[in-house]
């Protein structure tokens, strides 16, 4: 087992984990549509991992990392995080460009050239899509926020985060001012899981309610301001 794909397989897990039911552990079907590989093929990395003691499996539970496990995804995604903003920041790459970049560079970046590109950044604690990043112990702090599909009618949020989009989806949300900052309103939602109409800085949408449920919104400081 290379260390790329072990890092990988735990860095999917981790993700699984942070959006799915906190009751359970993370399928291996989700493993696999994630990665886009075989169950069977999920199934013979899933014993190695548990060899290693980096996750633990119980059949019809699912899979959870161990605090080894963790600490290693933790890793990966402080690395991943401080490069897709490196290159957002210092070389101009678009937010919906820079996934694809990170995940290759992640695996080559040492943990020292890493660090200075977070100094040099300004120590962030946020990727350019409000993903909080790890500090260097693997500690990680997000601001409670709430997701955009839950918001209530007529009151005014601010996008705080964009969850784990494709590049065609952040393309999308880009191209209609749903990004990190814009100030939002849920106008009408759509009955079940419909669509879901949204006031953007003025400008009217019918957004995807699976998108409104990746989109994470805090009170907007107009909506404070006011009270």
């Known amino acids: 087992m290379s260390s790329k794909a072990l890092e990988d397989y735990l860095k999917i897990i981790y993700k699984l984990e942070e959006v799915g039911d906190s009751s359970k552990g993370v399928s291996t079907s989700s493993i696999a549509e994630r990665l886009a590989i075989s ?40 690395k991943h995080r401080i490069l897709e903003l490196f290159l957002v920041e210092r070389l101009g790459y ?35 899509h ?19 599909a839950d918001c209530e009618i007529a009151k005014p949020f601010r996008v705080q985060r964009i969850q784990n989009r494709t590049p065609a989806e952040l393309r999308y949300l880009f191209s209609i001012g749903l990004v990190k900052g814009a100030q939002v309103t849920v106008q009408k939602k759509a009955p079940f899981n419909g669509p879901v109409s949204i006031d953007i800085n003025g400008i009217l ?7 409104a449920e990746s989109i994470y919104v805090i009170a907007s400081p107009v909506m404070e301001a006011k009270n």
């Open 130 to 148: 409000g993903s909080p990043i790890p500090d260097e112990s693997g500690a990680i702090f997000e601001a409670p926020s709430i997701r955009l």
């Open 94 to 128: 678009s937010w919906d460009e820079v996934d694809e970049e990170a995940e290759v560079l992640e695996h080559a970046v040492s943990d020292k050239l890493t660090k200075r590109m977070w100094e040099e950044l300004g120590r962030p604690t946020q990727d350019p």
């Open 205 to 211: 949408q019918a957004l995807d309610y699976r998108l």
């Open 39 to 78: 169950q069977a093929s999920v199934s013979n990395m899933i014993k190695k991992l548990a060899d290693k003691q980096l996750i633990v499996y119980e059949p019809y539970y699912g899979v959870t990392l161990t605090e080894s496990g963790r600490d290693v995804a933790l890793g990966m995604i402080r």
